[in-house]
């Protein structure tokens, strides 16, 4: 039933504009294993923070982010579940969050259930072989919003290693256009504009995070 349902949703979902196919590579086995073991670490999402700054940071991105997708996400309480796991699976995998966030505008433009005419799949358009190769096979599972953004942010630190940090091709990559600068540049000034909000609004003093984090 619920498999019936989340195709069914797939199947009326406008694709994303820049989605792009990334491109089945051999790896090898240790590669292959130590991929697989990132996506199966079923590890508790809740961040916790030791240093009273970076808690206050983390509630301050909380609130800057969740005011800015409210047009996209009028749902509050769906708004903070996905920002608290792109915090988290984007802190996990070393990327930073207003990166994750940039691609996710460009790929899916946050339709959780877009699929493009090259068959990638969900947020971060993933491409369903990635489910076979490190994954339990379950292609329909790129729906669920934490797996999603898991092999998404897996995928991303796999090819930016690969790159040797380059995130320009590492982008490419992940959208199978590398050495073309069309989608790294559109995910790259998405990424702009996520972090520049964040920090106009630290300049400014922005209210309590505690205060942002209530409005609906």
């Known amino acids: 039933m619920l498999c019936a349902a989340l195709l069914g949703a797939a199947l009326l979902a406008p694709p994303a504009a820049l989605a792009g196919a990334q491109r089945e590579e051999a790896l090898s086995d240790a590669v292959r294993l130590a991929l697989a073991s990132q996506i199966a670490d079923d590890t508790d999402p809740t961040p916790h923070f030791h240093d009273p700054h970076r808690l206050v940071h983390y509630l301050l991105w909380l609130a800057t982010e969740s ?27 070393g990327l930073q969050p207003a990166l994750v966030l940039g691609l996710i505008q460009v790929e899916s433009r946050f339709n959780k259930y877009a699929i493009s005419s090259a068959g990638a799949m969900g947020l971060m358009q993933v491409m369903p072989f990635w489910t076979t190769q490190i994954g339990n096979g379950d292609k329909l599972a790129l729906f669920r919003m934490r797996v999603n953004l898991r092999y998404g942010c897996v995928i991303l630190r796999h090819y930016l290693d690969e790159e040797q940090g380059n995130l320009f091709y590492a982008l490419g990559r992940y959208n199978g256009s590398r050495g073309r600068a069309a989608y790294p540049d559109a995910v790259l000034a998405a990424r702009h504009a996520w972090r520049v909000r964040l920090a106009r609004l630290r300049a400014q003093s922005a209210p309590a995070p505690q205060r942002l984090l209530a409005q609906r």
């Open 67 to 93: 005011s800015r997708l409210r047009r996209r996400i009028p749902d509050h309480a769906a708004r903070l579940a996905l920002l608290r796991t792109v915090w988290y699976e984007a802190t996990r995998a």
